[in-house]
Nanobody, 128 residues
Framework: EVQLQASGGGLVQSGGSLRLSCAAS????????IAWFRQAPGKEREGVSS????????FYADSVKGRFTIARDNAKNTVYLQMNSLKPEDTAVYYC?????????????????????WGQGTQVTVSS
């Protein structure tokens, strides 16, 4: 059974930092891209960042580029999202996700519909 466990959320002041972790099990973690999405109240779920199976291919939404960094440790079956210079608009529930498809090294899935397995989410709240 595929399981994704997101953790590391919390309450932080504007300008602060948090590191989210996504621990995966139940599949060949090193073969799959992993992504972070977020959903704020009343808004659609949006893609934040994704990382290819080897870790060399990454994507960031424009809204977080330069502030967030995604990384993975395939030996620990874990993906991390380091979030710096946090803003109140970053407040959301953050989800990690994995696709059911092993994509080629040249393609990094970024869209909600490309991901099939989802963690339970972790709340990030940034106060102004």
């Amino acid at each position: 059974e595929v399981q994704l466990q997101a953790s590391g959320g919390g309450l932080v002041q504007s300008g602060g930092s948090l590191r989210l972790s996504c621990a995966a099990s139940g599949f060949s973690f090193g073969d799959y891209a992993i992504a972070w999405f977020r959903q704020a109240p009343g808004k659609e779920r949006e893609g934040v960042s994704s990382i290819g199976s080897s870790g060399s291919n990454t994507f960031y939404a424009d809204s977080v580029k330069g502030r967030f960094t995604i990384a993975r440790d395939n030996a620990k079956n874990t993906v991390y999202l380091q979030m710096n210079s946090l803003k109140p608009e970053d407040t959301a529930v953050y989800y990690c996700a994995a696709p059911a498809t092993v994509y080629s090294a040249n393609y990094l899935p970024k869209l909600y519909r490309e991901y099939d397995y989802w963690g339970q989410g972790t709340q990030v709240t940034v106060s102004s």
